[in-house]
C-alpha cells in the first residue's frame, strides 16, 4: 500500500524529471523495478546522484565493498532513501567545518567533526556503517546488505573531550504495516521459523541493553522499532567494546531524518498503545536524549545557518523540498 506522502513525492519526482531534465544528466526513466519498467525509475542508477559527488561515491562504495540497495549499483529508483542520503550528506564527507556545523545544529555542545576511522579513506562521514564483530549474531559484516548497517555515521567531540557517534537513520517515502517479526513462520518448509531465529538473536541483548526497557520487547520486533532496536543494539556494542572497534566511542546520537510530511511513518497510531513514532519510541529508552527525530531541511539548508552542502544544495531543495518555506 502507498501513503499520501509517498504518491506525492513519486509524482513530484516525475514531474521534476519531465521538467528539469537536466537534473539528472537527461536520463531516460524505464528502468524496471519489481519486473516491470517504471516512469519513477532512472535507466542509468548513477544518474540519480549529483554531478558533484558521482564519480567519489561510486569509488567509495567500491573501495569499501559495500553493497548498493538492490543491486549491483546506485538505484535509479527516484525515491531511494539510500540515494537521498548520499546526496544529502556525502558532500560533508571531505567537509571538516561543514561537518562541525552540522554536529553543531544537532548539539551546540560538538566542537569538533573528527575523521571517521571504518573507511579505506577517513572522511567525516561514512556511509552503511557497521561493527568489525558480529556483534549481534547477524551472520556476518558485510556493509550494506544482510545485516545491522547505519545509513551514515559521524564522529563529534563535545566540549567535555567525549566522543560521540552520530547515527544518521535516513527515511524518505518508507512506512510500514503492523507484522511482528518475532512471530514470523519459516522461509522454507523445514526451516526454523524467523521470528524464533530473531529472537534468539536480540532477546538476550534486549534485556542487558541499559537503553532499551527490556519489559517491552514485543514492542521491538515491530517496524520501524525493530530497525531502531538492532541500531540501538549496535551503537551500544560500540560503545561497550570502544577499544577494540573501529567506530568504538564514548557516546552516542541516535539520528532519524523523516520528511514532516511523511504522516504515514510520523504519526501513525503504532500498536500496541497508538501513539505516533517519536512519542512510542521515546517510551522504550530509558534515555531518550540520545535519539532524535529531525527534519534534514531545517538541519541541512533551512533555519537561522547558511545552507550546508555546497553546489548540492539548490539540487537538494528542488528534488526532495519543494514545498519547504523559505
Request: aromatic share 8%; with cysteine; proline share 6%.
Amino acid at each position: 500500500m502507498t501513503s499520501a506522502f509517498q504518491e506525492t513525492a513519486r509524482h513530484h519526482q516525475i514531474a521534476l524529471h519531465r521538467t528539469r531534465p537536466d537534473l539528472f544528466d537527461h536520463t531516460p526513466t524505464g528502468g524496471r523495478f519489481l519486473g516491470k519498467p517504471r516512469d519513477f525509475v532512472l535507466r542509468d542508477g548513477a544518474a540519480n546522484l549529483h554531478p558533484s559527488i558521482r564519480a567519489d561515491v561510486l569509488a567509495y562504495f567500491a573501495a569499501n565493498r559495500i553493497q548498493w540497495w538492490g543491486g549491483a549499483g546506485p538505484s535509479g529508483h527516484l525515491l531511494s532513501s539510500q540515494i537521498a542520503c548520499l546526496n544529502h550528506l556525502y558532500p560533508l564527507r571531505n567537509d571538516a567545518l561543514g561537518a562541525r556545523e552540522a554536529l553543531r545544529r544537532l548539539d551546540p555542545g560538538f566542537v569538533e567533526a573528527l575523521p571517521v576511522p571504518c573507511d579505506t579513506d577517513s572522511g567525516y562521514i561514512a556511509f552503511e556503517a557497521t561493527s568489525d564483530v558480529d556483534r549481534l549474531t547477524d551472520g556476518t559484516v558485510q556493509r550494506g546488505a544482510n545485516n545491522t548497517s547505519l545509513d551514515a555515521v559521524m564522529l563529534g567531540r563535545r566540549s567535555n573531550g567525549q566522543r560521540v557517534l552520530v547515527a544518521i537513520e535516513w527515511k524518505y517515502t518508507e512506512h510500514y504495516d503492523d507484522t511482528d517479526k518475532s512471530a514470523q513462520g519459516p522461509a522454507s518448509a523445514g526451516a526454523q521459523p524467523k521470528g524464533q531465529v530473531r529472537r534468539a538473536r536480540y532477546d538476550h541483548l534486549i534485556a542487558a541493553s541499559g537503553q532499551l526497557r527490556g519489559d517491552v520487547p514485543d514492542d521491538l520486533y515491530r517496524e520501524p522499532f525493530y530497525q531502531l532496536m538492532r541500531q540501538t543494539l549496535l551503537l551500544e556494542q560500540l560503545v561497550e567494546h570502544r577499544q577494540t572497534e573501529c567506530l568504538g566511542t564514548d557516546e552516542f546520537l541516535h539520528v532519524h531524518a523523516i520528511p514532516p510530511d511523511n504522516a504515514a511513518l510520523l504519526d501513525k497510531a503504532y500498536l500496541p498503545h497508538g501513539l505516533g513514532l517519536e512519542a512510542h519510541w521515546n517510551q522504550v529508552l530509558a534515555d531518550p536524549a540520545r535519539y532524535r527525530v529531525i527534519d534534514a531541511h531545517d538541519w541541512l539548508l533551512g533555519g537561522d545557518g547558511a545552507p550546508i552542502g555546497g553546489p548540492a544544495a539548490a539540487y537538494l531543495a528542488a528534488r526532495y523540498w519543494p514545498t519547504a518555506p523559505g
